[in-house]
T-cell receptor, first 113, second 117 residues
Framework: KNQVEQSPQSLIILEGKNCTLQ??????????LRWYKQDTGRGPVSLTI?????NTKSNGRYTATLDADTKQSSLHITASQLSDSASYIC????????????FGTGTRLKVLA | ETGVTQTPRHLVMGMTNKKSLKCEQH?????MYWYKQSAKKPLELMFV???????ENNSVPSRFSPECPNSSHLFLHLHTLQPEDSALYLC????????????????FGDGTRLSIL
């Protein structure tokens, strides 16, 4: 069964600290993996997208990694800011003729001053 | 400015009402989607339209009826909804390719928060 699991469910950190969010998936055949940021009351916004051959992708203070062998991805946030408080959603795309998106439940991050 | 606009942002309706959600995209995309987002659950894909043709219907109850008159507009018509239908309804768009639509990034609107009394 295609699944995407994210951990932790929620996380609280102090402003300026780093953090890492995890995404494990059992999706086959794998096409790509995306991380989205969703602010409260807003729609998700794409942060990164990685295909099978990519190990890491950065977008400012956000760095995503992908290990296709272990089927794990992480999203590392450097020098966190208050505006990083949001839900972070991992989405894996599978393809078997037509594409499918499998969504994780997200990690809710709270950055405190 | 997300490029995908949803109206209304909030909607409260009774179970016997009929209402419609609207989505408009200004990105030149040719695939549009409806998602349901409930608390502590993954986004649930409801419908996919590819070049105005419905290509996905994930066992959505008939009380939800989508309409896609052109590649820029998408509607979700609602009637006789249930309390469990209360959720955030998100619209998204993307480019479609010959292999389908899953390999292109999706752009989301900010959703319609729906509450069923």
């Amino acid at each position: 069964k295609n699944q995407v699991e994210q951990s932790p469910q929620s996380l609280i950190i102090l402003e300026g600290k780093n953090c890492t969010l995890q995404c494990n998936y059992t999706v086959s055949p794998f096409s790509n993996l995306r991380w989205y940021k969703q602010d409260t009351g807003r729609g998700p916004v794409s942060l990164t997208i990685m295909t099978f051959s990519e190990n890491t992708k950065s977008n400012g203070r956000y760095t995503a990694t992908l290990d296709a062998d272990t089927k794990q991805s992480s999203l590392h946030i450097t020098a966190s800011q208050l505006s990083d408080s949001a839900s972070y959603i991992c989405v894996v795309s599978a393809t078997s003729g037509t594409y499918k998106y499998i969504f994780g439940t997200g990690t809710r991050l709270k950055v405190l001053a | 400015e997300t490029g995908v606009t949803q109206t209304p942002r909030h909607l409260v309706m009774g179970m016997t009402n009929k209402k419609s959600l609207k989505c408009e995209q200004h990105l030149g995309h040719n695939a549009m989607y409806w998602y349901k987002q409930s608390a502590k659950k993954p986004l649930e894909l409801m419908f996919v339209y590819n070049f105005k043709e419905q290509t996905e219907n994930n066992s959505v109850p008939s009380r939800f009826s989508p309409e896609c008159p052109n590649s820029s507009h998408l509607f979700l018509h609602l009637h006789t909804l249930q309390p469990e239908d209360s959720a955030l309804y998100l619209c998204a768009s993307s480019q479609a390719s010959g292999q389908g639509w899953g390999n292109q990034p999706q752009h989301f609107g900010d959703g319609t928060r729906l509450s069923i009394l």
